[in-house]
C-alpha cells in the first residue's frame, strides 16, 4: 500500500512543483493536489510490515551525514583502518553535541548512483568495520560516549571481503563493543541486517526509528532460505518480527523513536528533532554511571534479550 501511495506523492509533487514554475499559477488545480497529498499521507498508518520495510529502504530517507549535519556540531571526520585502507560505506568522526566531545559513526548508503557505487551501497567491508573499531578504542582513550547510526542491508558478502577478514573484524567489533567503558548509544535508522549492523549496534541503549527495521538477514534472503522463493518476501516481514514494535516488545531495543506519517523522507527537520531529543535522554542517563557499571550495563542487557525473541530466530 505504502509503495502506491508514495508513487503517487511523487507525482504530485512534480505536478504542484511544474504549477510553481508557471507564470500564471494554476491555484484550485494546487489546493486540489495539496488537498490530495494530506489525505494520501494520512493513509499511512497502521502500516503493515512489508510497508516499513519500504519505508526504510526509501531512497529520500535521511542518511547519516544529515544526521550528523543537524544534531550534532564541528563534526570532524576521520577515515582508514590504520592498515591502509579507507571504507566509504561506514562514515564516522568526532564532534561536539550540545558542548560534549562525543564520536560519531555510522552505516553510509550515498545519495544519488555514483555516492551509491562509492559507499557500496552501505555495505561495509572489513576496513569499514576496522575503521570503526579504531574510532572506538579513541573514544575509549579519551572518555568520549559513542553514538552510531544504523542503516545497511549488510556487511558486503564478496570473495574479497572474506579474504580480508570480514567475519572476524565484525567478531573483534562485537567483542570489544562488549567491554567498552564509555556510554554507546545505536540508533536503527533506515534497515538494519544481519551480523554487518550489530557489528555497530553493541549498545548500552538501542533506539529505533518508528518505521525502521532490524533483523538477522533481508527479507528477500529469508524467503529464498525457507521457501526457496525470494517473491515471497512480504510473507517473510510479517514472520521475521523486525518492525520496532516488535522488537520493542522482545526487549531488543530500548525506545522508539516516533515518525511523521508517511516516513522519516516526508519531514526530516522533525524527526532530527527527535532524535535530537532522544539521545540527551540517553546520555544524561548513562552520564551518573561509571565505566565499570557501564561495561556491566551494556554486558548484562545483551546476555538478557527476551528468549520469546530468541525462539522465533
Request: charged share 30%; proline share 4%.
Amino acid at each position: 500500500m505504502v509503495k502506491e501511495i508514495d508513487e503517487r506523492i511523487i507525482q504530485i509533487d512534480k505536478e504542484i512543483e511544474d504549477i510553481m514554475s508557471q507564470e500564471c499559477k494554476d491555484e484550485a488545480k494546487m489546493y486540489v493536489l495539496k488537498r490530495e497529498r494530506h489525505d494520501l499521507i494520512k493513509m499511512c498508518k497502521n502500516l503493515e510490515p512489508h510497508d516499513k520495510v519500504y519505508l526504510a529502504r526509501h531512497k529520500k530517507r535521511p542518511k547519516v551525514t544529515e544526521y550528523i549535519d543537524a544534531v550534532f556540531e564541528d563534526f570532524f571526520e576521520q577515515k582508514g583502518d590504520a592498515l591502509g585502507k579507507e571504507d566509504g560505506s561506514i562514515f564516522g568522526g568526532i564532534a561536539l553535541y550540545k558542548g560534549l566531545p562525543v564520536t560519531v559513526l555510522g552505516h553510509r548508503k550515498g545519495n544519488d548512483l555514483n555516492e551509491n557505487l562509492k559507499c557500496n551501497f552501505g555495505m561495509p567491508g572489513p576496513e569499514g568495520y576496522r575503521k570503526a573499531l579504531r574510532l572506538m578504542d579513541q573514544a575509549e582513550k579519551f572518555g568520549r560516549p559513542i553514538i552510531t547510526f544504523i542503516d545497511t542491508p549488510g556487511a558486503y558478502p564478496g570473495i574479497e571481503a572474506e579474504n580480508n577478514g570480514q567475519a572476524r573484524a565484525i567478531a573483534v567489533n562485537l567483542a570489544k563493543m562488549s567491554a567498552l567503558r564509555v556510554p554507546v548509544i545505536a540508533i536503527v535508522t533506515g534497515e538494519g541486517s544481519s551480523g554487518g549492523a550489530l557489528a555497530i549496534g553493541v549498545a548500552n541503549s538501542v533506539l529505533m526509528l518508528e518505521n525502521a527495521v532490524y533483523s538477522i538477514l533481508s527479507p528477500e534472503g529469508y524467503a529464498s532460505i525457507l521457501w526457496k522463493d525470494s517473491a515471497r518476501s512480504n510473507e517473510a516481514c510479517s514472520m521475521m518480527r523486525l518492525t520496532a514494535q516488535d522488537l520493542k516488545e522482545f526487549n531488543v531495543i530500548d525506545e522508539i523513536v516516533p515518525e511523521p506519517i508517511g516516513g522519516a523522507h516526508l519531514n526530516p527537520k522533525a524527526v532530527f528533532k527527535m532524535v535530537d531529543k532522544y539521545l540527551a535522554r540517553e546520555l544524561e542517563k548513562y552520564s551518573k554511571m561509571s565505566p565499570d557499571d557501564l561495561s556491566r550495563h551494556r554486558y548484562k542487557k545483551f546476555r538478557t534479550i527476551d528468549q520469546k525473541y530468541l525462539n522465533i530466530i
